[in-house]
């Protein structure tokens, strides 16, 4: 099980699909506090302006990771999961 702690909880990414290398940036912490990966305030992703296109995207220096959308509008991104694991309490292995 992979427990990074993000947005006051521990969560776990059993139920995530192991398969994907999306999950690599979550596997490299798996364990460890990734609060800094995301704002406070609002319980997302810290963002940032991309400097090539001038779009607000989610900072993400590791790499993308599961529920991030591309930096590019895509067709093939499947964004069906309706709730980022990160904000789904099945998820959640305990609250900080």
């Given at each position: 099980?992979?427990?990074?702690?993000?947005?006051?909880?521990?969560?776990?990414t059993?139920?995530?699909?192991?398969?994907?290398?999306?999950?690599?940036?979550?596997?490299a912490?798996?364990?460890?506090d990734?609060?800094?990966?995301?704002d406070?305030?609002?319980?997302?992703?810290?963002?940032?302006?991309?400097?090539?296109?001038?779009?607000?995207i989610?900072?993400?220096?590791?790499?993308?990771?599961?529920?991030?959308?591309?930096?590019?509008?895509?067709?093939?991104?499947?964004?069906?999961?309706?709730?980022?694991?990160?904000?789904?309490?099945?998820?959640?292995?305990?609250?900080?």
């Amino acid at each position: 099980m992979i427990r990074p702690s993000a947005a006051s909880g521990i969560y776990g990414t059993l139920s995530l699909e192991l398969r994907s290398p999306l999950l690599r940036p979550l596997l490299a912490f798996g364990g460890k506090d990734i609060s800094s990966w995301f704002d406070d305030e609002i319980g997302e992703l810290k963002q940032h302006v991309d400097p090539i296109t001038n779009c607000v995207i989610p900072f993400t220096p590791h790499g993308r990771f599961i529920h991030v959308p591309p930096k590019q509008p895509r067709t093939d991104w499947c964004n069906d999961f309706n709730i980022p694991w990160w904000k789904d309490d099945r998820c959640a292995v305990k609250k900080l």
